[in-house]
């Protein structure tokens, strides 16, 4: 289950007024789910047992690192619409890929995980040249 209700949102320094999040360097941003602690104890016990540890803590990807051209207290404010009211959900993890130092976990897609994802896509469609 991922708890959408507390989405964590970008940060970059410490003029933000939210707690700054490891991964998000060089002006791009990630929108991430942190884990119910089932499922982070379980990634976790992998991550020693495989010898990986890549891109800190574990967390769930829903918008890869991305740039745009928004301030970002209005990226803040667009990601907090589009994902209002969203609430927890199940997600069926069916098996898992290690890549290097990382591990992958593969999901079931549901129609609701699909259609938060085109949310979240849908926000500051106008990037930075990279």
Sequence with gaps: MTDLSHTPVPATDETTELPHRPG?????????????????????????ELGVSS???????????????????????????????ASSFEVRV???KRYKGVIFLECEASARMLYLHLMALSVGLNPQPL
């Design 24 to 48: 998000v360097t060089g002006g791009s941003y990630s929108l991430v789910a942190w884990p119910p602690p089932k499922l982070d104890g379980w990634v976790r016990r992998r991550q020693d």
């Design 55 to 85: 891109f800190g803590v574990p967390h769930i990807n829903l918008r890869a690192p991305f740039q745009t051209n928004l301030p970002k207290a209005e990226l803040i404010e667009r990601f907090r619409d589009v994902l209002d009211g």
């Design 94 to 96: 069916k098996g898992f």
